[in-house]
Nanobody, 125 residues
Framework: QVQLVESGGGNVQAGGSLRLSCAAS??????????TGWFRQAPGKEREFVAA????????YYADSVKGRFTISRDNAKNTMYLQMDSLKPEDASVYYC????????????????WGQGTQVTVSS
């Protein structure tokens, strides 16, 4: 059973930075078959793709809304994925979830199977 635990959320002023972590257990991520991602969901909105990373190739994928501001990375030794968020905007405020990809487009919610419980990010203007 895969378990994902997010941490690092909090309250930050616009223009500030946060780093989210997603620690995985129950499965080791290291090959080109392993991709994990970050999604976010604001109240009243659908869960949306933020970023994804392939653990074997190191390839990264970003939503246009965060490209150039957010950086996804992984630490194979710690089996942990990160999301460095810089130049935060009020519209980035959401609950952020990490998830494991199993099939299909990296950008689609339905392509992911295991999910963490989420971590809240609040951005004040």
């Amino acid at each position: 059973q895969v378990q994902l635990v997010e941490s690092g959320g909090g309250n930050v002023q616009a223009g500030g930075s946060l780093r989210l972590s997603c620690a995985a257990s129950g499965r080791t991520f290291s090959t080109i078959k392993d991709t994990t991602g970050w999604f976010r969901q604001a109240p009243g909105k659908e869960r949306e793709f933020v970023a994804a990373i392939n653990w074997g190739r190191g390839s990264t994928y970003y939503a246009d809304s965060v490209k150039g501001r957010f950086t996804i990375s992984r630490d194979n030794a710690k089996n942990t994925m990160y999301l460095q968020m810089d130049s935060l905007k009020p519209e980035d405020a959401s609950v952020y979830y990490c998830a494991t990809h199993y099939s299909g487009s990296y950008y689609i919610y339905g392509a992911y199977d295991y999910w963490g419980q989420g971590t809240q990010v609040t951005v004040s203007s």
